[in-house]
């Protein structure tokens, strides 16, 4: 005769063999560990006691924004023909948006830089002459010299020249 061997289930149970034990985030049907976060919203005494579904709704509502900031950068990252994201990417993508912006407004992304900005007052005025209207519908020659442009921006008692290089 054979020995039947028993195995004890889970519990104390008779049974067959335990189950694979099954995750809250898999339940969850989440990425983010509700079970870390869960440990981390006791042991940081934020109140005395946690309801079972507080980790399950903050891990929901970190992955949703992290998934959000993360296509947004990737977004940004595409635009500057980058395949790796960085923080200058992190940083165009918060700023950019209406929402993140106003929810990340006091954070500071280390290496993030600043938007670029150019007030309008300092950029140089268009005017339109007849001259250079009629220069710009003039053929232009294709080896034509280089001179010197200079434009000063007069606004508010601040002087701003600029000297660049031009083609004419």
């Known amino acids: 005769m054979e020995a039947a061997k028993v195995t004890k289930g889970a519990g104390g149970r008779k049974g067959g ?90 954070v500071t992304i280390a290496s993030g830089g600043v938007l670029p900005n150019i007030n309008p007052v300092l950029l140089p005025k268009k005017t339109s002459n007849a001259s250079s209207e009629a220069a710009e519908k003039a053929p232009k020659s294709p080896k034509s010299p280089r001179r010197p442009k200079t434009h000063v921006v007069f606004s508010d008692n601040i002087y701003i020249m600029s000297v660049g290089i031009y083609r004419a």
Do not use: C, M, W
Request: hydrophobic share 40%; glycine share 8%; aromatic share 6%.
């Open 17 to 106: 063999e335990r189950k694979k034990s099954v995750s809250k985030s898999v339940k969850a049907g989440l990425q983010f560990p509700v079970g870390r976060i869960a440990r981390f919203l006791k042991k940081g005494r934020y109140a005395q006691r946690t309801g079972t579904g507080a980790p399950i709704y903050l891990a929901a509502v970190l992955e949703y924004l992290a998934a959000e900031v993360l296509e947004l950068a990737g977004n940004a990252a595409r635009d500057n023909k980058k395949t790796r994201i960085n923080p200058r990417h992190v940083l165009l993508a918060v700023r950019n948006d209406e929402e993140l912006g106003k929810l990340l407004q006091g």
